[in-house]
C-alpha cells in the first residue's frame, strides 16, 4: 500500500493537478490512497474572510470568498472543459453558498468559536 498527500502548491492550479494525477496514475497497480488538501493558498483565503466576517466587514469577507470562488471555478473550468458547468453547479456552487451562509451568521454576531472556524476553514 503507499498513501499519496497532495495540497497547497501541489494542486493549485488545473496544471498542477494534473501534474498530480499523472504521479498517481503511475503507482496505479499499487493502489494508493490519495488524500488531497486545499489548492494553494485557500486555507489562507478562508482565514481572512472569516477574520473579516467575524469583525463585522460584510463586503471585505465577501469579496474574499468571491475572489475564492472564482479562482475554483476557473481552474474546475480548465480540468473539466464543457463537462465543469454540471460539476460546478452541482457540486461546488453548493459549498460556495453554505459557506457564504456561515460568514454572515458571522458578520451578524454570532460568537466566533474554534468550531466554527474549523467548521469553515474545512470548507478547503
Do not use: C, N
Request: aromatic content about 8%; hydrophobic content about 45%.
Amino acid at each position: 500500500m503507499i498513501v499519496m498527500k497532495f495540497g497547497g502548491s501541489s494542486v493549485a492550479s488545473a496544471a498542477a493537478i494534473k501534474w498530480v494525477a499523472g504521479i498517481v496514475k503511475s503507482y496505479e497497480q499499487e493502489h494508493p490512497i490519495v488524500v488531497v488538501s486545499a489548492m494553494g493558498k485557500t486555507t489562507d483565503r478562508l482565514q481572512e474572510a472569516l477574520e473579516s466576517a467575524a469583525r463585522g466587514w460584510a463586503y471585505s469577507a465577501w469579496r474574499r470568498l468571491e475572489d475564492l470562488r472564482q479562482f475554483h471555478f476557473q481552474e474546475t473550468q480548465r480540468l473539466l472543459g464543457a463537462s465543469a458547468r454540471q460539476f460546478l453547479a452541482q457540486r461546488i456552487a453548493p459549498q460556495f453558498r453554505e459557506l457564504h451562509g456561515r460568514l454572515i451568521e458571522l458578520e451578524e454576531g454570532r460568537e466566533l468559536t474554534p468550531q466554527i472556524t474549523d467548521e469553515v476553514l474545512s470548507y478547503g
